[in-house]
């Protein structure tokens, strides 16, 4: 039989279904809440929200874990590549050697980018930040491509949707970075892969040779995995609620990309990086800004630690504070920020403040570090984690659509003023 739970509410009691995931999490279903009681929810921020049931993410922030349909972060990070990753999120099973070959060679063909779009470029300050870029540059594939399909009908469209969106974000990002320079653009080169064609539209330069560096293509690699869902964050529920009204796949990522450049999401690894760099300018003194953190009336917080989920560890940070020693021992890179990130780690996870609001250092804490040591600047920090969020928007705004769920439409408790007259100007005091 299955689980109900009783509510009572004015003395008359009702009982409401509980739906349990695979993994054992457990859900009150309060869909016919109001019908059945003239009540609603309010759970402000969605602390305690189940927005969707989903078949993508799981994730357990008591115990630090992370799976990306079944398959465990760590084993994704080690032995699959970004691509594979996506193909996995976005269609459910790992591909075989044939679709594998398939999605790499679409997406590999789409990587140019309309000569029109790249006039847009031009428009912008030459210091814009290249996260407006990107979502605007992403909103304006929808002008390119205007069809919006449904992508339970049209099957064949929706893929070359998923794979045009996949092949250009790199180019726009790059091309975004290399504006900013004042720099000639670099044309998608196909015989790279993914990571290498996105490294050489960075970084090559027409007066010097370009070639991508190993170490850094397998640290990228690993960086976009990593990257590449996080169940209901912020900026995919954002790409969910956006296509609920069945705007486009480009539209919606464009406003996920928007969500995502917020320092309290995607944008803390721009700002960990600032911070380590204030830290360490104002002569590395951990102790005082951890100080800073704790104090309410300061509106300092350290960037790169805590989660709404994660009340453990983030188990991406984990691996990226491994990937990070690697990268720089590989590189030869002697980065005083590290020392810096550390000690302020090891400071904070002392400290009672800290360990009572269980507060860890997030994915963002050490990938600013990694970026940096293989040379992205520190404004496209946040660009970089959108390129790896792509393949997560795409297959939760996928799911969403093939489920066929309803325009996402929250209610809300009004607390305004209650009717009144209108008062003529004059009469206003
Ligand atoms: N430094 C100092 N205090 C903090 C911090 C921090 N980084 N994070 C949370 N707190 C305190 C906060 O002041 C509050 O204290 P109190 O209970 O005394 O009022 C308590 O911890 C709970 O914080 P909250 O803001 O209610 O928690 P939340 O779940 O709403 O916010 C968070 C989560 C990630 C927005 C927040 O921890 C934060 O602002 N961290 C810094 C920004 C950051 O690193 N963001 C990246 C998140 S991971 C990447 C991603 O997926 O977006």
């Not at 539209?251 to 996920?256: H, I, N, Q, R």
């Not at 400290?351 to 600047?377: C, H, M, Q, T, W």
Request: charged content about 25%; aromatic content about 10%; hydrophobic content about 40%.
């Amino acid at each position: 039989m299955s689980k109900t739970v009783e509510i009572i509410i004015e003395g008359k009691s009702y009982q409401l279904p509980v739906i349990e995931g695979t993994e054992g999490e457990k859900a009150i279903d309060i869909s016919n809440l109001r019908d059945m009681t003239g009540y609603v929810t309010l759970d402000v921020g969605y602390k305690n929200t189940g927005a969707t049931t989903s078949a993508i993410t799981f994730l357990d922030g008591e115990a630090g874990i992370l799976h990306y349909r079944g398959y465990p972060i760590e084993q994704l990070a080690e032995k699959s590549s970004f691509l594979e990753t996506a193909y996995l999120l976005i269609f459910g099973e790992l591909p075989n050697k044939s679709q594998l070959e398939k999605w790499e060679s679409d997406i590999r063909r789409r990587t140019l980018v309309n000569e029109d779009m790249r006039k847009i470029f031009d428009g912008f300050p030459v210091n814009a930040h290249p996260m407006g870029v990107l979502a605007a540059l992403a909103s304006s594939l929808a002008t390119f491509y205007p069809a919006v399909i449904d992508p339970n009908r049209d099957v064949d469209a929706n893929y070359l949707r998923i794979t045009r969106l996949i092949a250009k974000l790199p180019t726009i990002a790059a091309w975004a970075h290399k504006n900013s320079q004042g720099h000639p653009l670099n044309y998608p080169k196909n015989k790279y892969n993914y990571c290498e064609n996105f490294l050489y539209m960075m970084f090559a330069l027409p007066v010097e040779d370009y070639e991508p560096d190993p170490v850094v293509v397998d640290a990228l690699n690993k960086l976009l995995i990593l990257h590449a869902d996080h169940e209901q964050n912020c900026s995919t529920s954002t790409v969910r609620l956006a296509g609920s009204s069945h705007v486009s796949l480009y539209s919606s990522v464009s406003a996920g990309i928007s969500s995502l450049w917020g320092p309290l999401h995607g944008g803390a690894n721009q700002e960990v990086l600032e911070m380590l760099e204030a830290i360490q300018k104002d002569g590395g003194n951990v102790e005082k800004f951890v100080e800073k953190a704790k104090d309410k009336n300061d509106g300092f917080r350290l960037m790169g630690f805590g989660h709404r989920v994660y009340k453990n560890f983030d188990p991406r940070a984990k691996i990226i504070k491994v990937a990070c020693d690697n990268v720089l021992n590989r590189l030869g890179v002697n980065d005083p920020l590290l020392e810096i990130a550390k000690k302020l780690e090891e400071i904070a996870l002392k400290d009672d403040y800290f360990v009572e609001r269980k507060l860890y250092p997030n994915v963002d804490f050490y990938s600013g570090i990694i970026y940096k040591a293989i040379g992205i600047p520190t404004d496209m920090f946040t660009a970089m984690f959108a390129l790896g969020r792509l393949p997560g928007w795409i297959a939760q705004w996928y799911e969403m659509r093939k489920e066929k769920q309803p325009i996402g439409r929250p209610r809300q408790i009004y607390t305004g003023a209650t009717q009144r007259d209108y008062v003529a100007l004059d009469k206003r005091g």
